[in-house]
């Protein structure tokens, strides 16, 4: 029987002496982000976006490295970032820089916007299974509790069925496509549920550039989802 250092103690408080006697149901830990961001639904349709949108996408990098370019010219103490008394001095000299930023960051706006609406509407499709799949995994392992990796203090790697809700999703939805309907507009879930990849996207990035020297315990398994 998998158990959490966490909730022991008050599992026992709060237990009926007939209760306690029973035969308690497992518990688990599922982190929905990471299992939704896994599935080979959500990864083919970023690859198939990638595709569809190389075009845009080129032109997308081509601009941001236009940006980066400009940005330069106003980082007056060349320590590679714009601070707000660089800022503040362009804008008192009307630097036409600030101009050609401003229009270069409306062009990037609507270069990248058809390819995040596709991305949200195949991540909304994966996320309307996501329910189901996880009530399979709990109903399947007999698990009597669900929580997610960060509301406990200790758990074994057995604990974790993550990448099993993963597995019932890639059973469940194996695709789903990347062209909305007209004047489709994604919910507030799904475009939370994006921003949290796109964290652990850059976090496990992050990682990845970190010097290999790190101690190889202190860093977690990689959390990245495929997809430009």
Do not use: C
Request: hydrophobic share 40%; charged share 20%.
């Amino acid at each position: 029987m998998r158990k959490t250092v966490l909730i022991a103690a008050a599992s026992a408080v709060i237990l009926t002496p007939a209760a306690a006697s029973a035969q308690v149901a497992s518990i688990a830990t599922a982190n929905p982000v990471v299992s939704i961001a896994r599935s080979k639904a959500y990864q083919s349709a970023n690859q198939q976006i990638g595709t569809t949108y190389k075009a845009q996408l080129d032109q997308l990098d081509q601009k941001a490295q236009q940006r980066q370019t400009l940005l330069a010219q106003l980082d007056k103490n060349h320590d590679k970032q714009v601070n707000d008394a660089e800022l503040k001095a362009a804008k008192t000299a009307k630097s036409p820089v600030l101009r050609q930023i401003e229009q270069l960051e409306k062009d990037m706006s609507n270069l990248q916007r058809p390819a995040i609406t596709a991305q949200l509407f195949a991540l909304e499709q994966v996320l309307q299974r996501y329910s189901a799949a996880q009530t399979k995994v709990i109903t399947d392992r007999h698990i009597g509790l669900l929580v997610r990796p960060d509301s406990v203090m200790y758990e074994t790697p057995a604990a974790d069925v993550t990448d099993t809700i993963t597995g019932e999703l890639d059973r469940s939805v194996p695709s789903v496509s990347i062209t909305p309907p007209a004047n489709w507009q994604p919910t507030e879930t799904a475009m939370r549920l994006q921003q949290q990849i796109n964290e652990l996207s850059q976090i496990a990035s992050q990682r990845a550039a970190a010097p290999a020297a790190a101690p190889a315990a202190a860093t977690p398994q990689s959390q990245q989802p495929q997809g430009r």
